[in-house]
Nanobody
Framework: QVQLVESGGGLVQAGASLRLSCAASGRTFSDYAMGWFRQAPGKERDVVAAISWSGGSTYYADSVKGRFTISRDNAKNTVYLQMSSLKPEDTAVYYC?????????????????WGQGTQVTVSS
């Protein structure tokens, strides 16, 4: 079992930055890839970014490429999502998720463990 707790969401103006954190416990953190997903009202949950077990490989959705950075600190059992140049369309509940394999996968159905989500609201 893996427990995930997100933090760092909030209300910001367009152009601002936020850093989300996701603290993991329950299994060896460095054994598995991690992902950040988001779900806006009335929309499906989509992948935002993902990172391999070592941090050596990363993936970004086209909509956030160049603005968001995913990273992880295996010594602290934490994965981060640094978000810059935020836009109103980034408004969503952001979830971190843990896979059961060390390499990046993109299908949210393959991520077994999920956090409770943190709200990010970007005003124009």
């Amino acid at each position: 079992q893996v427990q995930l707790v997100e933090s760092g969401g909030g209300l910001v103006q367009a152009g601002a930055s936020l850093r989300l954190s996701c603290a993991a416990s329950g299994r060896t953190f460095s054994d598995y890839a991690m992902g950040w997903f988001r779900q806006a009202p009335g929309k499906e949950r989509d992948v935002v970014a993902a990172i391999s077990w070592s941090g050596g490989s990363t993936y970004y959705a086209d909509s956030v490429k160049g603005r968001f950075t995913i990273s992880r600190d295996n010594a602290k059992n934490t994965v981060y999502l640094q978000m810059s140049s935020l836009k109103p369309e980034d408004t969503a509940v952001y979830y971190c998720a843990a896979d059961t394999v060390p390499v990046i996968r993109f299908n949210l159905d393959e991520y077994v463990y999920w956090g409770q989500g943190t709200q990010v609201t970007v005003s124009s």
